[in-house]
């Protein structure tokens, strides 16, 4: 599956983004999807994932209660909202196939989308 993020730019603290990730390809509801990040100067890192059908949702921590990550199987795409935002949420934004349906899994994500940068100014 050929994954495509959008959605990034700058945004004031507390501010609200909405990204997207288009799915081509293979059948989109054959795969898990995930939302990674990576800040300046740290490893990628967890934000997200949900299952195929949509009703199994996951969380990093840091932004669990702020971010909702949805599916849209008759559009092939997933989106992650994201409110009220904080410098820290600062990173360049992946979304991720899962060769598997359902998550949590031990398998790690085996497509990647080009990444789209989010800004959170103080």
């Known amino acids: 599956v050929q994954l495509q993020a959008s959605g990034g730019g700058l945004v004031q603290a507390g501010g609200s983004l909405r990204l997207s990730c288009a799915a081509s390809g293979r059948a989109f509801t054959s795969h898990a999807m995930g939302w990674f990040r990576q800040a300046p100067g740290k490893e990628r890192e967890f934000v997200s994932a949900?299952?195929?059908?949509?009703?199994?949702?996951y969380y990093a921590d840091s932004v669990k209660g702020r971010f909702t990550v949805s599916r849209d199987n008759a559009k092939n795409t997933l989106y992650l909202q994201m409110n009220s935002l904080k410098p820290e949420d600062t990173a360049v934004y992946y979304c991720a196939a899962y060769p598997t349906t359902y998550y949590p899994t031990a398998a790690r994500p085996n497509s990647w989308g080009q990444g789209t940068l989010v800004t959170v100014s103080s």
């Open positions: 949900i299952n195929w059908s949509g009703d199994g949702k």
